[in-house]
């Protein structure tokens, strides 16, 4: 058989890459199975080759039946469709249907295969023909089945035998896979038409048609349509496990209409369900009520907790995790929290990681409300409940929780004991030892930090990395102490390590620490760049799989843009690449779209602001853009438009995108400026909220200089621009760095006067 790609693989191996035994492919069911397995795993490990020469033996065989070379072709269509090469997959699931086709059920597959494939074509109107023609094959083998059985039923009456006849798939089930294929790719018009037919040809049942209309009416903005379709799927459901999906859906819906609470009705209709799955349904209902900013979860939450939830443990942990989330999303008092982590705490079936979560809240939120804290008890618990390798991790966890909320000797103390019981040069230990010495240097004792940095680099087995990173904070402290003679010896140590190092990543991320270090390394560090960039560029071109191109361009290019000012390399570099490189790259991962974010700001840096712009529109305007990538090219955008007195422009884009994607760490930034504009209007409450779904996009504490900015002035709007009512001990930001905010605030705020 000869692969799509112009190879042709055979039995014996003398043209083929892969070399296959032909005993080893005796038909027996095991032998069958395991193989199909085995291509269908290949196919998804982009293992195109190994996948295709297996198949190839497989239709090489004889007496092989129809269908089962139809799953073999299905197969090898998908690798098609892995590479891209779209038509060609639709091409080959059409073959794999006409062998199929005699089969009641496994016809379906590549029928499924060729629709999907000519969607990503895109060449939706024969989509359209290829799903319709599905329909009428599934509604021509169920009329025959039931042909068969009426004669089947004559067949017992007048000779006492019957011919079971083989159940064909319902043209309900045929239909709603349409459905969703459609939905899936943007087409929720022709989704809507077999979903239509699946609820038709299904009289009171087809509950995943029935929420694929929902789903379906909320594409299209039908939001009343689609709270009626999801409401409807719960009740004639029966309130099963199966409508669960559907709550999200209606919840939603209602949440775009304006309502702030669903019907009391609908909810209480969940006691004729099974109490399990009542528990279940009770968990995801209060999670997408608490999404949409609907107060009502609460509710919701504590009564089924009151009434159930000590029969359901798993269950009432996640309401619970909820609680304590929401709690310190809304910065409930300490108190509040602390009860809460208690609560947690004490759970029976608690696994380690939430109750380690619990843990650090109940020590964090403790220390703030004035509460006496006891880690040593927490130590004890967690060797008694978790076994003895647990105390280093949570000793680390618990000092980190400490050294936030401004807590040094107990951090100090609780560092000391994990390393204590940790392995020497354990990655516990390492992580300990480097926190310790953290901990040091924040509080200027350099000899000591410098110390701790020099025994974890030369413990055995630290990978060059984190080698590199010890070495280089050594001496940054040994110059800090003015040990400047064992500073050109922490440079020698590093210089030796470097030369070991093959990895780009590595050096550009050193590379970056050495700028942001003292002066007498900047200039080397320029220089390590470099080397970093020739060897990202190297590694590039050699990958055969576009996910690990796109990693290291992305890694690459954030080093170009934002650390190195060479914002126009990384612009002719995108531009030097042809179609089908940039289509080989193309994929709907946010790395894919965090890249495209990185190469806007690139234009916008290299003084192309007219490109940038266009560069940005045409990603937006693309229908093959994911809603969940946009963000990192829209929001981007929408900033520089404001920015540029282009307000109406900008604020239009950031409701866009976080309408599309509201919990996208991108979106913070959108929410702000949103927030913004309702204050400048006069809608402080509005203006609170979205200030809330700040935090709600990129979490709580971030990790960046630019989120805590961005968090800070959050919290400025949730408190009314009152500084005094904020809780800085739980923001563990400076008064002076607050302040700082609130005056770039004032400022963004008159961007809208």
Known sequence: MNSPSGRFFCLNGETGAVRMNHDSLVRNESDWSAALRRMGDNVQKRKFDEALAESNAWMSKPNMASHDKGRVLALVADCEFKRGRYAEAGEIHLNAAAKSMEHPTLWLRPYVGCVRALLKAPRVDEALVMAR??????????????????????????????????????????????????????????????????????????????????????????????????????????????????????????????????????????????????????????????????????????????????????????????????????NVSATIRRETAAQLLRLREIGFRDWLAAAKESVRAGILSGASVDPDRLLREARNRYGDKTVPVVAHSLALTCSLVKRSELARSLLGAGIAQARAGSRQWSKSIWALARLEKEHKNHLEAARLFKLFFEAQDVPARFRLQAQLQWAQQLIEAGDADAFWDAHERMTQTLASVQDPEILMNFARQTIFGPPELKEWGREIFLQGEAMAIARFNAAAQPEAALDVLFKLARRQVVDFDRSSVAVKFWEDMDDVKRDWLWSASSVFWEYMGCLFMAYLRSNASATAEEFARSLLNDAASPPSGLPYVGVPYATYLIVHARTEDGLALCGKMADGAPRNPACAWAWYWLALKSWSCGSIREAKERAQNVQGAQGLLPGTLDGQRLDARARLLSAELDVSQIDLRSAEYAESFVAEQLTQLRFDLGRFQ
């Open 133 to 330: 023609h599905a329909m009428a094959i599934a509604d021509a083998k169920m009329a025959e089945f039931d042909e068969s059985v009426r004669r089947a039923d004559q067949d017992l009456h007048v000779r006492a035998e019957i011919a079971t006849p083989a159940v064909p798939l319902r043209p309900s089930v045929v239909a709603t896979r349409m459905g969703f294929l459609f939905l899936q790719e943007g087409e929720p018009e022709a989704a809507k038409e077999f979903f239509q037919k699946a609820v038709s040809r299904a009289k009171g049942g087809a509950n995943r048609a029935r929420q694929g209309l929902a789903l379906a009416a909320m594409a299209k903005g039908e939001y009343e349509d689609a709270a009626k379709r999801s409401a409807d799927a719960i009740r004639l459901g029966r309130f099963r496990v199966k409508t669960i999906p559907a709550w999200s859906i209606h919840i939603s819906a209602c949440r775009q209409l304006g309502n702030w609470r669903i019907r009391e009705r609908l909810i209480k209709g969940l006691n004729q369900a099974p109490a399990g799955v009542r528990a279940r349904a009770t968990v995801s209902i209060a999670t997408e009520l608490r999404r949409n900013g609907m107060r009502q979860w609460r509710q919701v939450a504590d009564e089924w907790l009151a009434k159930e939830g000590a029969r359901f443990p798993r269950y009432e942990n996640d309401l619970l995790k909820l609680i304590l989330a929401s709690a310190k999303l809304d």
